[in-house]
């Protein structure tokens, strides 16, 4: 009987231990969903999330790499084609709303700086155009050529006004006075001539050059006419009679370009020694050689502001100087052959150069 009851005990404990209640359950039941941030089910390692899970809020921002501009494309501007040919002089008109350019494919063009369309053609000359430049009032362009002349163009339709003929080889050079009453220009005949642009007369002759007359400046108040040559001198003219006043020597090869500064005390001088050279126009004294280039440097150019100096070289590179110690500051290596020419806007805030890569750049000259 006593083991019947211990039997029946054990029994019961079993079944109330079995039966146990809520409050015993440690399991979860399986349609249970626990939810991360991300609202995903942790036992459903299935249920990935997609992009459109994401929250717009945390989507991540990717930035653009900077862009690496290079050395040949900055400060580069634009640029002007249309001429088929080695492009040798560019020049800006007083306002800088022209640009005009000389080609050896026998035209001169003018073109609209605003847009760089171009505005008018020039044709006529039947060699080679070696240089232009615009009279001080912007109404006519004056050229010359290979052909032996000068020419004057109506600058408004571009129609040839008149030819000035005399020279007796190329005509390398043409310059207006600062009035625009006098107009310049230089020959492989050795000589400068002075004539009257309003009627195409010969004021004078000048000679004294013992080669090639090559570039020519007037100073700032028009009493004085600068030129270089391939004699390898610079030389000072009175233009009131033509007498010489001086002659800077002291490069060693031709010099291919001459210009007045703004302030009219000093002449910039380009050679094919590869140097350009500062000069004291009132005494004649050498102030400084600028070196750098590698070639034959064909221009030189002083900034309006009289801040820069800007050179062309045919190491391709077009440079910008610094007056006051003579370094320099930077190079614009866009061009791919020869730099034939460079000139500053009216503003001095835009470099144009010309190449013999058929090309016109246009650069900015400050920071």
Known sequence: MKKGILILGILLTIIIIGCGG???????????MVTSTGGMKTDDMDN?????????????????????????????TGELTGHTANIYSVAFSLEGDLLASASYDHTARIWDTSDGSEIHALTGHTDLVRCV?????????????????ARLWDTSNGSEIRSLTGHTNWVGYVAFNPDGDILATCSADLSIRLWD????????????????????????????????????????WKVSDGTEVRVFTGHT???????????????????????IRLWNANDGNEIRTLSGHTAQVITVAFSPDGNTRATACWDSTVRLWDPNDGSEIRAY?????????????????????ASADLKIHMWTASE
Do not use: K, W
């Open 333 to 353: 290596t866009g061009h791919t052959t020869n730099a034939n020419a460079v000139a500053f806007s009216p503003d001095s805030r835009i470099v144009a150069s």
């Open 197 to 236: 642009p309003n009627d195409g007369s010969l004021i004078r002759t000048i000679t004294g050059h013992t080669d090639v007359a090559r570039s020519l400046s007037f100073s700032p108040d028009g009493t004085m006419l600068a030129s270089s040559s391939y004699d390898d001198t610079v030389r000072l």
């Open 253 to 275: 090869h031709d010099v291919n370009c001459v210009v007045f500064s703004p302030d009219g005390n000093t002449l910039a001088s380009a050679s094919s020694d590869t140097t």
């Open 133 to 149: 430049t615009f009279s001080p009032d912007g109404t006519m362009l004056a050229t010359a050529s290979f052909d032996q002349t």
């Open 48 to 76: 990935q999330p997609t992009d459109e899970d994401v929250d717009e809020g945390t989507e991540e921002v990717v930035e653009e790499p900077e862009e690496i501009v290079p050395p040949e494309r900055e400060y580069f």
């Open 22 to 32: 809520d409050d015993e359950t440690t399991t979860e039941p399986d349609d249970q």
